[in-house]
Nanobody, 120 residues
């Protein structure tokens, strides 16, 4: 069982940046594809970005494309907007071919989330 812990959340002004990290309890975590999701108050969890296990392919939601960058180690968030305010979750997928998509069912392990608040 892989345990994931997010860090790096916080309060930032609109236009600012944050970097979220996802630490894993397992040494072989680098063999997993990763994804990030978020959930704002009163809304369903939504896909943010994902990356293949080897870091070669990344996939982004339209709402964050050009502003967020996902690597195998972190999610860099630039030009943040108030609508980016949410709890952000990292997730790990066992997918070995291609990049996992926006369906939460493709991910086997989840972190507890970290709060990101963007003030206007």
């Amino acid at each position: 069982q892989v345990q994931l812990v997010e860090s790096g959340g916080g309060l930032v002004q609109a236009g600012g940046s944050l970097r979220l990290s996802c630490a894993a309890s397992e040494r072989t975590f680098s063999r997993y594809a990763m994804g990030w999701f978020r959930q704002a108050p009163g809304k369903e969890r939504e896909f943010v970005a994902s990356i293949s296990w080897d870091g070669g392919i990344a996939y982004y939601a339209d709402s964050v494309k050009g502003r967020f960058t996902i690597t195998s180690d972190y999610l860099q968030m630039n030009s943040l907007k108030p609508e980016d305010t949410a709890v952000y979750y990292c997730a790990a997928s066992r997918l070995r071919l291609g990049v996992p998509g926006p369906s939460s069912g493709e991910y086997a392990y989840w972190g507890q989330g970290t709060q990101v608040t963007v003030s206007s």
